[in-house]
């Protein structure tokens, strides 16, 4: 019986000791996390009193911390991307609605010609298209990058896309007094993909060629072993091949200060709708002439 008692005693002693030491752990991982609260730190949980039993718990912990920093980086990143977007955002529109402004300024003149009012417009107009143009890009870049946009899958004729798109450019090049050269297979070439994406993809390319390029245009779509390859090709003696490599990037242009028609993110939103719907695409200079490559799987 003695044993007995002296046993029990033991054992009690021992869940004494055990649960206090649990308590101090405890005490410990909650001041761990009271210093942590309010502030940045990279920080972790450690089992300072050596028990094993809280190790599974102390990593759970750390590990549901590491996602709570990934989480803070990636609302920091978008915060800056806002920050960026709205003050690329208010250059873009600033300087077709100046110009736009001092031109409706001119209109108020008694001593204008009906020629001139004529003039001063149509080019109000054109400002206000081109401002039109800048926010429709924005907005629609902003729904892809919260994948708000739905890209249907459907049977498409890729040789009509491009034919069409082109077709909507003709007067674009007529003003350059440049006619591009092109180049399409005339067979029918099926892609399955996004009527409005590919549309997008094609125009914002050719009108990228328009803005910057310095004439001898080639447009060409083929049918290859690998897919139907589609090419923008222009002339480009300003450029470098470090230009070439970052036109797919955000808000980059050629130009030191970007023009008014331009805001930097149409070659952003082709790259982003391409890969999207299965495709690749690159951009190469190659002896003053630069080239844009689009390749869609048969």
């Given at each position: 019986?003695?044993?007995?008692?002296?046993?029990e005693t033991?054992?009690?002693i021992?869940?004494?000791?055990y649960?206090?030491?649990?308590?101090m752990?405890?005490?410990t991982?909650r001041?761990?996390?009271?210093?942590?609260?309010?502030?940045r730190?990279?920080?972790l949980?450690?089992?300072?009193?050596?028990?094993?039993?809280?190790?599974?718990?102390i990593?759970?912990?750390?590990?549901?911390?590491?996602e709570?920093?990934?989480?803070?980086?990636?609302?920091?990143?978008?915060?800056v991307?806002i920050?960026?977007?709205?003050?690329?955002?208010?250059?873009?529109?600033?300087?077709?609605?100046?110009?736009?402004?001092g031109?409706?300024e001119?209109?108020?003149?008694?001593?204008?010609?009906?020629?001139?009012?004529?003039?001063?417009?149509?080019?109000?107009?054109?400002?206000q298209?081109?401002?039109?143009?800048?926010?429709?890009?924005l907005?629609?870049?902003?729904?892809?990058?919260?994948?708000?946009?739905?890209?249907?899958?459907?049977?498409?004729?890729?040789?009509?896309?491009v034919?069409?798109?082109?077709?909507?450019?003709?007067?674009?090049?007529?003003?350059?007094?440049?006619?591009?050269?092109?180049?399409?297979?005339?067979?029918?070439m099926?892609?399955v993909?996004?009527?409005?994406?590919?549309?997008?993809?094609?125009?914002?390319i050719?009108?990228?060629?328009?803005?910057h390029?310095?004439?001898?245009?080639?447009?060409s779509?083929k049918?290859?072993?690998e897919?139907y390859?589609?090419?923008?090709?222009?002339g480009?003696?300003?450029?470098?091949q470090?230009?070439?490599?970052?036109?797919?990037?955000r808000?980059?242009t050629?130009?030191?200060v970007?023009?008014?028609?331009?805001?930097?993110?149409g070659?952003?939103?082709?790259?982003?709708?391409?890969?999207r719907?299965?495709?690749?695409?690159?951009?190469y200079?190659?002896d003053?002439?630069?080239?844009?490559?689009?390749?869609?799987?048969k």
């Open positions: 019986m003695l044993l007995i008692i002296i046993a033991i054992l009690l021992l869940m004494a000791v649960i206090v030491r649990v308590h752990s405890l005490n991982v001041k761990q996390l009271q210093a942590m609260k309010g502030i730190t990279n920080a949980l450690r089992n300072v009193t050596g028990q094993d039993t809280f190790n599974g718990l990593n759970d912990m750390n590990d549901i911390l590491d709570d920093k990934k989480r803070i980086e990636d609302v920091d990143r978008s915060m991307n920050r960026e977007t709205i003050s690329e955002l208010s250059h873009d529109l600033r300087t077709p609605m100046t110009s736009a402004g031109y409706a001119m209109l108020r003149s008694v001593d204008l010609t009906e020629e001139e009012k004529s003039r001063y417009l149509d080019v109000i107009i054109e400002r298209n081109t401002t039109n143009q800048l926010i429709n890009q907005y629609y870049y902003s729904r892809l990058k919260t994948d708000s946009v739905t890209l249907e899958q459907e049977e498409l004729d890729l040789r009509r896309i034919t069409s798109v082109i077709a909507l450019y003709y007067v674009d090049f007529e003003k350059q007094n440049s006619e591009p050269e092109v180049d399409i297979d005339e067979k029918k099926t892609v993909g996004d009527k409005d994406g590919f549309v997008r993809i094609f125009s914002n050719i009108s990228n060629a328009l803005s390029g310095e004439g001898s245009y080639s447009i779509l049918e290859t072993d897919g390859r589609f090419t923008m090709a222009n480009a003696s300003k450029m470098t470090d230009d070439a490599e970052k036109v797919f990037e808000y980059f050629k130009d030191a970007r023009s008014s028609s331009n805001s930097g993110l070659l952003t939103i082709s790259k982003n709708l391409t890969e719907m299965g495709g690749s695409i690159k951009a200079l190659k003053g002439i630069f080239t844009i490559e689009v390749l869609f799987k």
